[in-house]
């Protein structure tokens, strides 16, 4: 069956279907990063998508197809995101705030609360990815002179292991000196994301 049958010209189709070839995976991991959820991410990338077809704009070039898409998957997970938001808002009261004591957290207390356990759940997981990056002997320096030191100084866990302390020492501040080289970058590389979704909302 021909998509023309319905309105969508094949060739619109094609240059999409290109465009996404080349930039799905990107994307995804863009919209996993605001709404927490694979499985919504590919619905909204879908749906996103679907808008575009449906509204059939003339598309020049691949670039500027790709410019559209981008700003529609972009509109797309914001407006899931605020949909669920409010969902949630709806739903605590009625859940929660009635069988909580009176001097529990309102409901809206318990949304931030939850929004902040997320958030110190992906620096956790931020900090875990940091780690894994990192060279075996710069990853068991960090875990012995810091993750698993039990109060010992440097000085005190090299004698304990037998590693000697310059070496020790050296491989204790050049891994975290890459640690913090990751984060610093992770941290400029979501805030960019974060402005560029703030823009394109406007």
């Not at 620096?123 to 990056?133: D, K, P, V």
């Amino acid at each position: 069956m021909h998509t023309e049958e319905f309105g969508i010209p094949e060739d619109l189709r094609a240059v999409l279907g290109s465009v996404i070839n080349r930039n799905a995976g990107k994307w995804l991991r863009f919209i996993v990063a605001i709404l927490r959820n694979e499985a919504d991410a590919e619905d909204v990338l879908q749906e996103a998508v679907q808008r575009v077809l449906v509204r059939n704009k003339p598309l020049s070039s691949e670039e500027q197809a790709r410019m559209y898409l981008a700003r529609a998957i972009a509109n797309t997970a914001l407006e899931f995101y605020n949909s669920r938001k409010r969902e949630n808002l709806r739903q605590i009261p009625l859940r929660e705030h009635i069988l909580l004591p009176a001097n529990a957290l309102s409901p809206y207390a318990c949304i931030e609360e939850r929004e902040r356990s997320a958030e110190r759940d992906q620096l956790l997981g931020l900090l875990n990815e940091g780690l894994s990056r990192l060279s075996l002997k710069h990853y068991e320096a960090l875990r012995l002179t810091i993750l698993e030191s039990r109060g010992l100084s440097i000085r005190d866990v090299g004698i304990t292991t037998g590693i000697p302390y310059s070496t020790l020492r050296h491989r204790n501040r050049q891994g975290l000196r890459q640690l913090r080289r990751f984060l610093e970058q992770e941290r400029r590389r979501r805030s960019q994301e974060s402005e560029v979704r703030s823009q394109k909302s406007e």
